[in-house]
């Protein structure tokens, strides 16, 4: 990170919340805010100071794949258990900035068709192109997450998966889009006062599914095929990062701190005109 | 207009922009500010006031929707000459709410695969579905303004498409997408400042382009253009707005209040719970 972004962490985010060898999922305290000790109101004063940065960046990587088919993209991938915080990151991270510059996808459970193709073929139709940042709430990992703990395919198949994803997402890298992964991790009991919240106001209803309190009663059974993912897909190319989210205050400020580091890592730079500036402005004066 | 958000406008902008029997665009002065008498501080206080409105019906909006796909859906065209402020629109007045809920399209130049198909296929692939706000930048209407004055098709088959438009906006209206049409008015001179400060400045050349130029000499051509377009499409399900785009922050405002007025007249409401909230609240106390 930059001497400004980084000045109220402790630790380097990028660091300190990346899945590396030998890492365990069952050790990480969803209410803790690793690298950074300062508190909620503190933390929406950085949040806004990193919004300023993040939207310069987007706008040097939006601007430099306008004459640069190749120019690189950046890929957020967003996974977590219900009512942790997606939507959350999505508005209140990703939405500071420009929404011509946002590739969204949210993928829902798959149609029929998408049933028909290997699990990739909807997800490849949504790499962000050249010079965008690209956001995936949920994504391929639903395939051998709710794919795995619900049985949706047999376990062979599962397995395969695995490595398809690391070598889709070697491709992807290798072809420029810079992929950053998360998952929000709360606790049961965090999730239990959120959904309760949602059926205490009229106005959350909507946001409220009883199909939640069904794959909540499988916790532990994700949280074992999280780890597994961890393990198979943490990649140096495409690094896995678990955020604890109890805080979303934490949640949303660490998000945004990857982000910020990996537009920096990337270093968008402004495109040199394509063209003749000094006989464009005469021309534009003849007029 | 609620109360609320018209109380700082002495017109109802859904009333004095709007393209009325016998409205002529050469009499708009791109420089006024109709119904505001404000300036640009004020402006700026009313467009976050409005922000906060605008993300709650947004919110709503969407929210109506996941238990109905005959929701209602919003659809915002743009259109303009360059450099007026269609991207100023998106990023400060759409920019403002939830990207979840907002569904952008720029319209580029057409393919060869778009172009052998009638010209509203691209464009039905793009409408909203239920609950979102679209957004066109551009539009089929670039279909009638440089299909004409380029002569990219001939008089016949623009004047199909007048027709065409008009049909085509009529079903979405009555299946629900609520259409709100704005061309962003700047004058030449105004133009001309604008794209000379996107030559002065190096981190604007890659929004210069020097095919303006030549789309520039044409402004006559252009005007004539729209105005046809004012005659032949403005109708009751589907009005045009003309906004005075000189100062970006009336422009801004303006189409913020615009929006504003029609997710008032949809009036979306927080759905009922489809759920037995009691029970869902034991079965969830259960785990």
Redesign the interface.
Known sequence: MTAESQKDWTADPADSLRVAPGFRLADVDPAATPGYDHGKKHAAADLDAGAAQFDELQERLF??S??NPNAPALLLVLQAMDSAGK?GI??HV??T????G?H?K?FKKPSEEELAHDFLWRIEKEVPKAGYIGVF?RSHYEDVLIGRVRELAPPQEIERRYDAIVDFEKRLTDAGVHIVKVMLHIS?DEQ?TR??ER?DR??K??K?N?GD?DE??LWPAYMDAYQSVFDRTSSEHAPWFVVPANHKWYARLAVQALLLDALERIDPQ????T?D?AA??A???A?
């Not at 900035?97 to 011509?100: C, I, V």
């Not at 402004?270 to 005109?273: E, L, M, S, V, Y």
């Open positions: 601007a430099q306008r004459e939507g999505v508005r990703i939405g900035t420009d929404p011509q946002i969204l949210a709430d049961p239990k959904l309760l059926l009229p106005d209803h909507w409220y009883p309190v909540r009663k402004w495109p040199a005109a063209f500036v464009e402005r021309r534009l004066a007029t």
